[in-house]
């Protein structure tokens, strides 16, 4: 198949392109992950938590069952600690 790619100038050229725009989308992620640290960043700077804020933001990614499932999972747990 790589003897495929270097014959080839078409598969080259759409090897090439493919690699390009992953670095291009490799830099819009970071950026935005620079974003995001900033504003972070503004929250605490304002009082608020930023683990607080990102828990509270991974769990509204998730289904209200599976955040059910996971709160009585926690709470079993913190009672079997005698939390």
């Known amino acids: ?7 080839s100038g078409v598969a080259a050229e759409e090897l090439k392109q493919l690699i390009e725009r ?3 989308l490799e830099e819009e992620r970071a950026a935005i992950a620079g974003d995001i640290k900033e504003i972070y ?3 605490k700077g304002r009082g608020f938590d930023a ?3 990102r828990k509270l933001i991974a769990m509204r990614k998730r289904s209200p069952e ?3 499932e996971e709160e009585a999972i926690l709470e079993l747990y913190m009672q079997a ?3």
């Open 41 to 43: 960043g503004e929250a």
């Open 1 to 7: 198949m790589t003897s495929d790619v270097a014959d």
């Open 81 to 83: 600690l005698g939390m």
């Open 51 to 53: 683990a607080a804020i």
């Open 66 to 68: 599976e955040r059910q």
């Open 22 to 24: 992953i670095e291009r």
